[in-house]
C-alpha cells in the first residue's frame, strides 16, 4: 500500500514540475513575441509584424494545454497546499496568454503605423516595451525559484512601467495637437503604448499569484499605481 501511495505522490509531484516547465515555456514565448514586436515596429518591418501575429496561435494551443493539465491535477483531490499551486498556474498562464495577445496587437498596429512616415516617439515606445519584457522575465525566474521577495520587487517596480507610460502618453497627446495628419498614427501609438502598459499589469499580477502561493498567510499591501495617463488632456 505504502509502494503505491509513493507511486501516486511521485506522479503527482512530476505533474506538477511539468506543469512548471511548460507555464515557463509559454512565458519565454510571450517575452520574444513581445521583443520581435518591438523590432517589427522599429524596423518598420511587415514581414516580421505578420510573423509574430502568425505565432500567438502557438501560444494560444499551450495555454489550452496547460489549462487541461491543471484540471487533471485538480480532478485528483489535492491538498490545500497543492490547491494554491494549481490555482496559480492557472491564473498566470491564463495572465501570460494576454500578454502574448498584447504582443499580437502591438504588431497588427505595426503593420498600420508602418503606412504613416516614422514617428519620433518609437524610440520611447520601445524603451517602454523593452522594461515591460525585463518585469516579464524578472517574474518568470520568481516564479521558477517560487521566490516570493524576487516577485515583489517585480510588483514594486510596476510603478515604474506606469510613470514611463504617463510621460509617453503626454508626449504622443502633445505631437497630436501640432497637426491633423498625426491624429491617426498617434492614435495608433496611443494604443500600443497602452498595450505596454497592460502587459506590465499582467507581469504584476503573476508576481501576486506566487506571493500568494508562497506565502498565503501574508496579505500584500495594497500597490502603488502611477499611471496618470487618463488625468492628462491635450493643450
Known amino acids: 500500500m505504502n509502494q503505491e501511495h509513493n507511486h501516486i505522490v511521485q506522479s503527482y509531484d512530476e505533474e506538477q514540475q511539468r506543469l512548471g516547465e511548460e507555464i515557463q515555456r509559454m512565458g519565454a514565448m510571450a517575452i520574444a513575441q513581445l521583443e520581435a514586436a518591438l523590432d517589427a515596429v522599429e524596423r518598420r518591418d511587415d514581414q516580421l509584424a505578420r510573423h509574430v501575429i502568425a505565432n500567438d496561435a502557438a501560444i494560444d494551443r499551450l495555454e489550452e494545454d496547460i489549462s487541461q493539465g491543471v484540471m487533471k491535477l485538480a480532478l485528483r483531490g489535492p491538498l490545500a497546499s497543492d490547491l494554491r499551486v494549481i490555482l496559480a498556474a492557472l491564473r498566470i498562464a ?25 514617428m519620433p516617439q ?39 512601467i506606469d510613470t514611463l507610460h504617463t510621460r509617453l502618453f ?3 497627446t502633445q505631437y497630436m495637437t501640432q497637426d491633423a495628419r498625426h491624429i491617426q498614427p498617434c492614435t495608433h501609438l496611443l494604443f500600443m503604448a497602452k498595450n505596454l502598459e497592460r502587459i506590465g ?15 498565503p498567510a501574508t496579505p500584500l499591501s495594497p500597490r502603488e499605481k502611477r499611471d496618470r495617463s487618463s488625468e492628462l488632456a491635450p493643450r
Open 94 to 118: 491564463a495572465a501570460i496568454e494576454r500578454a502574448g495577445d498584447y504582443a499580437a496587437n502591438l504588431a497588427k498596429r505595426a503593420l498600420v503605423l508602418n503606412t504613416y512616415l516614422p
Open 122 to 160: 518609437i524610440p520611447a515606445l520601445r524603451q517602454l516595451g523593452l522594461r515591460v519584457a525585463g518585469q516579464m522575465r524578472d517574474v518568470l525566474r520568481a516564479y521558477a525559484a517560487l521566490d516570493a521577495e524576487a516577485a515583489q520587487q517585480v510588483r514594486e517596480r510596476d510603478a515604474e
Open 170 to 172: 503626454h508626449e504622443i
Open 201 to 215: 499589469d499582467h507581469a504584476t499580477n503573476i508576481a501576486e499569484h506566487i506571493w500568494y502561493r508562497a506565502r
